[in-house]
């Protein structure tokens, strides 16, 4: 590597740099900027290449956030952004933390969605690696370069649906680059320790294919087989060369996701952040909801819009939480409605997945219901007489949640529990000022996607916003932390309660379901920890010797953007 931590007499920390000049402030891990003093411009040869003026990373901040409010359209503050992680990631996640709840919006969703969408376009420079299928024969030469040496969290993304805008092809890059930058964000795993990829198998969008300045492969996507054997082909090199790598999948299609994840679940320590990721936040915002309802989590009706690999994996981590609330896998399976395109899951439906099986719903009990058509049982009929007290939206279908059914809802239930969680804004499956509305202001509510504020007891109040970087990235760090193998349910379930735990609905049911994102990283250690403890006691850690105090060992690892004192490298 071209930089070395050590310490000082004092034991204080600095690096020691093998680089000078325009290849040291090229170097966006390593780049100050005019933050460089005067003794380390004198010892790298900078002189003359940067203003005379010596910047505090204070004043550098300040600079860079006049400049990022400056942007007229989140778009441009998201290629500011961008531009800023490439050419300084100190200065970038120094901006980003302080100002977390402005820049995360655009760092990642909504903005990332538009970020990916126009890629091809805003491309400038490389980050991360995309492995193309035409390249599959040369994934170890690809992964062998010295600059990944450090890497201990990839996230890895096939770009075929990308939040709620389907097939971005090779702009899917956007995803995990986004999701990686807030595993140091939000939880300091260093910016080094990342790796984004983008395995690029074709699209079948056509109007990327006819974008004369598209980057990707111009192919349709590569199916069956073929597929299978590339993704094994990239995992056996990522085991090769990280074997302590934590590999998270992002965005896959439905029909990809699951199998992926069952076939490398336990060959090494991968989870699927789409299905456990947005289920532990979900199910870490629901506990808090149900105790600020004043009612029993095992009591609760539970309808799920949407039944692909998101949905199922909230309603699986659901019955885990109901199940220590007393009722066994079935009896809590029943309380659940889960509705695809095709209707209510039930039996005799063909086409039923096999993560879906838990949760279809016998004939037996719908045949009382009063249905308008009986052969396909829709949303508001499923409201009307299963009278839900918690409606779920994962299926990307703007305004589904309509003011006759959430108006029937609220008649059986006091406290409304509404999760519309599908990204981006424009995917809503209803807006907070209009659930407000329809439910007297009774209704607890979660989004996907950022809101403005919203009036309560006429008050301003924030929309709790459940996002998934309330848990990836503490998980993440737990896991790294004690080098675990595997992940496991028990490990979401901590980090779930860990979430909740955290909640102010814990200490007055009128407040907000989750901390405000200035507490972000506390959070984050809170559910290393636990999740950490976890791999410990489950025998799935690889450290040879557990810390005395596992906290301050994991907290002492967290990344803080402050630059460190520079000392030439002696040959």
């Known amino acids: 590597m071209n930089y070395k931590i050590c310490l000082d007499d004092h034991h204080l920390p600095y690096l020691e740099i093998a680089l000078s000049d325009y290849v040291l402030i090229s170097n966006p891990l390593l780049n100050k900027g005019m933050a460089f003093s005067d003794q380390e411009r004198h010892d790298f040869n900078l002189f003359g290449l940067l203003p005379p003026h010596v910047s505090t990373i204070d004043e550098q901040r300040a600079r860079s956030y006049e400049a990022f409010k400056s942007k007229k359209t989140d778009i441009e503050k998201y290629l500011y952004l961008r531009e800023l992680q490439d050419s300084n990631e100190t200065l ?15 760092v990642y969703t909504p903005t990332v969605g538009l970020g990916c969408q126009q890629l091809s376009h805003i491309y400038r420079r490389p980050r991360g690696v995309y492995i193309a299928y035409p390249y599959r024969e040369h994934i170890d030469r690809i992964l062998a370069h010295h600059r990944f040496d450090n890497v201990k969290t990839i996230v890895v993304s096939d770009g075929e649906r990308i939040l709620g805008l389907g097939d971005q092809g090779a702009g899917g890059m956007g995803i995990p680059i ?4 807030l595993y140091t964000a939000c939880a300091g795993i260093h910016p080094s320790a990342t790796l984004p990829i983008l395995l690029d198998t074709g699209t079948d969008n056509t109007d990327l294919v006819k974008d004369p300045l598209y980057i990707g492969w111009r192919h349709p996507r590569v199916r069956g087989k073929s597929y299978d054997h590339f993704i094994d082909l990239f995992v056996t090199a990522v085991k090769k060369r990280f074997p302590h790598v934590l590999l998270q999948w992002e965005d896959f299609a439905q029909q990809n996701a699951n199998p992926i994840l069952a076939r490398y679940h336990d060959q090494l320590c991968t989870f699927n952040d789409d299905i456990q990721g947005t289920a532990a936040v979900t199910v870490g915002a629901l506990l808090s909801a149900v105790q600020a309802s004043k009612s029993r989590l095992r009591d609760q009706r539970i309808v ?50 096999s993560f879906q099986k838990s949760f279809v719903q016998s004939r037996a009990a719908t045949t ?27 299926c ?37 000022t209009d659930l407000m509305h329809w439910t007297n202001e009774q209704a607890i509510i979660g989004t996907g996607s950022p809101f403005g504020e919203i009036v309560k007891n006429k008050h301003p109040f924030r929309v709790d916003q459940v996002n998934n970087s309330y848990i990836f990235p503490g998980l993440g760090l737990g896991l790294v932390a004690v080098q675990a193998k595997r992940v496991t349910d028990e490990m979401f379930m901590a980090a779930a309660k860990a979430l909740a735990n955290n909640s102010p609905a814990k200490v007055d049911p009128d407040a907000n379901l989750l901390p405000p994102l200035t507490s972000i990283r506390d959070v984050s250690l809170d559910i290393a920890v636990a999740v950490a403890e976890i791999a410990l006691a489950s025998g799935l850690s690889d450290l ?12 002492k690892m967290m990344f803080v953007p402050e630059y460190l004192p520079y000392k030439k490298r002696q040959k």
């Open 92 to 106: 970038f996640y120094n901006l980003v933390c302080h100002y977390i709840a402005e820049t995360m919006p655009i």
């Open 178 to 181: 986004g999701k990686l930058a």
């Open 304 to 353: 799920v819009v949407g039944a692909g690999s998101a949905g199922c994996g909230i309603s699986s981590l659901l019955v885990k939480a109901i199940m220590e609330d007393g009722l066994s896998a079935a009896e809590a399976c029943k309380n659940f409605f889960l509705i695809d395109r095709n209707g209510l899951l039930i039996e005799g439906m063909s086409n039923i997945l």
């Open 368 to 394: 009382t219901w009063k249905l308008n058509n009986a052969n396909k049982i829709l949303l508001e009929d499923v409201v009307h007489n299963a009278k839900p007290t918690i409606l779920i939206g994962v």
């Open 396 to 432: 990307g279908q703007p305004h589904i949640f309509t003011q006759d059914i959430i108006v029937e809802m609220a008649k059986h239930t006091t406290r409304p529990i509404i999760f519309p969680l599908s990204n981006p804004s424009s995917r809503c499956e209803a807006i907070p």
């Open 544 to 555: 040879e010797t557990p810390p005395v105090s596992l906290r301050q060992y994991i907290k």
